[in-house]
């Protein structure tokens, strides 16, 4: 089975901080997508950062960074900065051969001022 | 672009009643996923419909159904409600192709009672 791990139900981070959240997967594939969603109380799924398992190098969107580790099946997503609307659910998701999602059980992140 | 819309935001209905719900993608898009959120069960995949045909599709029981038409719009049906459909709705869309980003709507809130 494909499983995704996210062994952080919740975090916390104090604003301007910076926090990373994990993520691992099992799959045997080696071409595939990495994504982060963030989902905030108004239960609108967002899109945080895209990788592509092919390119080495991390993805990085504004105060948004992984650290992609394929060898070991790692994806973790930084945030830096930390600012209050940051506060949500965020969820990490492959997609391997088909346009399916797997979404792991979540990290429920607080941020503090 | 106009966002991913769905229709109804809320709905109630009774054990044993069927109910319709509707996705409008994002402009050019052909491809619409559908996902159930649960508390119990998380995030789980129903089914991918691109260009009207059905291309993947997840393991839930022949109650739900789905179907897309020309203009990419899609439907989803549950038969039959049980009171574990109750559940947040989400329908996403994309291009179509492998790893593409796929973009939320606001979801459908089902209550069965």
């Known amino acids: 089975a494909q499983t995704v791990t996210q062994s952080q139900p919740e975090m916390s981070v104090q604003e301007a901080e910076t926090v990373t959240l994990s993520c691992t997967y099992d799959?045997?594939?080696?071409?595939?997508?990495l994504f982060w969603y963030k989902q905030p109380p108004s239960r609108q799924m967002i899109l945080v950062i895209r990788?592509?398992?092919?390119?080495?190098q991390n993805a990085t969107e504004n105060r948004f960074s992984v650290n992609f580790q394929k060898a070991a099946k790692s994806f973790s997503l930084k945030i830096s900065d930390s600012q209050l609307g940051d506060a949500a659910m965020y969820f990490c998701?492959?997609?391997?051969?088909?346009?399916?999602?797997?979404f792991g059980t979540g990290t429920r992140l607080q941020v503090f001022p | 672009k106009a966002g991913v819309t769905q229709t109804p935001r809320y709905l109630i209905k009774t054990r044993g009643q069927q109910v319709t719900l509707s996705c409008s993608p994002i402009?050019?898009?052909?491809?619409v996923s559908w996902y159930q959120q649960t508390p119990g069960q998380g995030l789980q995949f129903l089914f991918e419909?691109?260009?009207?045909?059905?291309?993947n599709k997840g393991n839930f029981p022949g109650r739900f159904s789905g179907r897309q038409f020309s203009n990419s719009r899609s439907e989803m049906n549950v038969s039959t409600l049980e009171l574990g459909d109750s559940a947040l709705y989400l329908c996403?869309?994309?291009?179509?192709?492998?790893?593409?980003?796929?973009?939320f709507g606001p979801g459908t809130r089902l209550l069965v009672l």
């Open positions: 996403a869309s994309s291009g179509g192709g492998l790893g593409e980003t796929q973009y």
């Open positions: 799959t045997s594939e080696s071409d595939y997508y």
């Open positions: 990788q592509e398992a092919y390119k080495q």
């Open positions: 998701a492959p997609i391997y051969n088909t346009d399916k999602l797997i």
């Open positions: 402009s050019g898009h052909r491809s």
């Open positions: 419909y691109f260009s009207e045909t059905q291309r």
